[in-house]
């Protein structure tokens, strides 16, 4: 018998999904709202809506909509959305409240606990500022956070997703724990993905497509391109992405178009990203630190590019370095140039990489399909218990 198949002699269940924007849940989540709907769930996705409400109710699941500014840090602005994101999840008779990311879980898991919703899954994508830190404030906000997920917000049916195991360690959780489940980031399908002939080097054609913020390490990679090309290497370098209004992080676009030019360009974001990696060699992504597992890295992989990122949780997590990759320190433009130095006069490296990328994607965890089952598998332990 197919245990997720829908028993019509039971109610219907309510899974409710907390996330801080839509955008967020349309770029990395709706396989697991079509999970959830397969399982013959009812499945609502509480967010701030802009520009991705039909994309997401595509999935069959609904859209309620959820004010609650992601970049505020006012305790009594969070506290009155948990207050009615609570009258929320009352009104949907919530039997699960699945909350994605940091503000999502401090949020969510509040609101979960006002309206007395104990099965609860605390997806964490990455720990952001206070996971890149090492100093005195980086470890009191882990601190911080650990009490909190695994004190008032937590219950006895609260469950814990990680995008890789280091950042279930660093809150205290053992990655082998049945409360915790590790997953391959949000998971990339393959066949959207498709391998195509490397472009011609050189030069080496290098991308780097995420949200144009400092903490991703774009002025690395400028700099390190810089630096490798006044080294003679024929290196370009291309940046696909937006600034986040929404992060106290986010590069100022005076600063993105200063940049353009000698080898580099800024082309704002894309829809194609697929094709982003046909015209391109290799996946840039120096990030100083705070993912949980960068999807960028999955889509370049998936496309059989080679990898440079940043010897970082998360990032390691897929890139093994010299396998898949090469891995550098973070904020080490030296260093990062000295690696495409490298890629630039190795033709066959890059090809050997990038085929290594694609096989780590199809074979270890990292599709789309592997992850919503492992999470659905959490669901099911939920409903069951």
Same mark, same amino acid.
């Given at each position: 018998?197919?245990?997720?198949?829908?028993?019509?002699?039971?109610?219907?269940?309510?899974?409710?999904?907390?996330?801080?924007?839509?955008?967020?849940?349309?770029?990395?989540?709706?396989?697991?709202?079509?999970?959830?709907?397969?399982?013959?769930?009812?499945?609502?996705?509480?967010?701030?809506?802009?520009?991705?409400?039909?994309?997401?109710?595509?999935?069959?699941?609904?859209?309620?909509?959820?004010?609650?500014?992601?970049?505020?840090?006012?305790?009594?602005?969070?506290?009155?959305?948990?207050?009615?994101?609570?009258?929320?999840?009352?009104?949907?008779?919530?039997?699960?409240?699945?909350?994605?990311?940091?503000?999502?879980?401090?949020?969510?898991?509040?609101?979960?606990?006002?309206?007395?919703?104990?099965?609860?899954?605390?997806?964490?994508?990455?720990?952001?500022?206070?996971?890149?830190?090492?100093?005195?404030?980086?470890?009191?906000?882990?601190?911080?956070?650990?009490?909190?997920?695994?004190?008032?917000? $937590?219950? %006895?049916?609260? !469950?814990?997703?990680?995008?890789?195991? #280091?950042? &279930? +360690?660093?809150?205290?959780? /053992? @990655? *082998?724990?049945?409360?915790?489940?590790?997953?391959?980031?949000?998971?990339?399908?393959?066949?959207?993905?498709?391998?195509?002939?490397?472009?011609?080097?050189?030069?080496?054609?290098?991308?780097?497509?995420?949200?144009?913020?400092?903490?991703?390490?774009?002025?690395?990679?400028?700099? $390190?391109? %810089?630096?490798? !090309?006044?080294?003679?290497?024929?290196? #370009?370098? &291309? +940046?696909?992405?937006?600034? /986040? @209004? *929404?992060?106290?992080?986010?590069?100022?676009?005076?600063?993105?178009?200063?940049?353009?030019?000698?080898?580099?360009?800024?082309?704002?974001?894309?829809?194609?990203?697929?094709?982003?990696?046909?015209?391109?060699?290799?996946?840039?992504?120096?990030?100083?630190?705070?993912?949980?597992?960068?999807?960028?890295?999955?889509?370049?992989?998936?496309?059989?590019?080679?990898?440079?990122?940043?010897?970082?949780?998360?990032?390691?997590?897929?890139?093994?370095?010299?396998?898949?990759?090469?891995?550098?320190?973070?904020?080490?433009?030296?260093?990062?140039?000295?690696?495409?130095?490298?890629?630039?006069?190795?033709?066959?490296?890059?090809?050997?990489?990038?085929?290594?990328?694609?096989?780590?994607?199809?074979?270890?965890?990292?599709?789309?399909?592997?992850?919503?089952?492992?999470?659905?598998?959490?669901?099911?332990?939920?409903?069951?218990?």
């Amino acid at each position: 018998m197919d245990e997720s198949a829908p028993n019509p002699a039971a109610p219907m269940r309510r899974l409710v999904f907390v996330v801080t924007e839509d955008w967020f849940f349309a770029s990395h989540f709706l396989p697991l709202a079509r999970a959830g709907v397969a399982m013959g769930l009812s499945v609502t996705v509480v967010t701030r809506v802009r520009d991705h409400r039909a994309a997401i109710e595509a999935t069959g699941a609904r859209v309620v909509p959820l004010e609650a500014e992601r970049a505020s840090l006012n305790p009594m602005a969070a506290g009155y959305s948990a207050g009615q994101l609570a009258a929320i999840l009352k009104a949907l008779k919530a039997d699960i409240v699945h909350c994605i990311a940091l503000r999502g879980i401090l949020v969510g898991g509040t609101a979960a606990a006002m309206a007395g919703v104990s099965a609860r899954v605390y997806a964490l994508t990455g720990l952001g500022l206070i996971g890149a830190r090492a100093d005195r404030v980086g470890r009191a906000g882990r601190l911080a956070l650990r009490a909190l997920i695994r004190g008032p917000l $937590a219950s %006895r049916r609260t !469950r814990f997703v990680f995008e890789n195991p #280091e950042d &279930s +360690l660093a809150l205290g959780l /053992d @990655p *082998s724990e049945r409360t915790v489940t590790v997953v391959g980031g949000a998971g990339v399908d393959p066949a959207a993905y498709p391998v195509r002939p490397l472009p011609t080097l050189p030069p080496l054609r290098v991308a780097l497509v995420a949200r144009m913020l400092w903490s991703k390490g774009v002025d690395v990679a400028v700099e $390190a391109t %810089r630096l490798a !090309r006044e080294r003679g290497a024929p290196v #370009e370098l &291309s +940046l696909y992405g937006a600034p /986040d @209004p *929404s992060n106290r992080r986010a590069i100022p676009e005076a600063t993105l178009r200063g940049w353009s030019r000698d080898g580099i360009a800024w082309h704002g974001p894309t829809a194609d990203v697929a094709g982003v990696w046909a015209g391109h060699h290799a996946a840039c992504l120096p990030s100083r630190g705070g993912e949980g597992l960068p999807r960028t890295l999955l889509e370049a992989a998936a496309c059989g590019r080679a990898l440079v990122t940043t010897d970082v949780p998360g990032c390691r997590s897929l890139v093994r370095d010299g396998v898949e990759g090469l891995l550098v320190p973070p904020a080490d433009a030296p260093a990062l140039a000295a690696v495409l130095t490298r890629l630039a006069n190795d033709a066959g490296l890059v090809a050997a990489l990038g085929a290594a990328a694609r096989a780590r994607v199809e074979g270890s965890g990292f599709t789309e399909a592997a992850v919503a089952e492992a999470v659905a598998g959490v669901w099911r332990d939920l409903l069951s218990a």
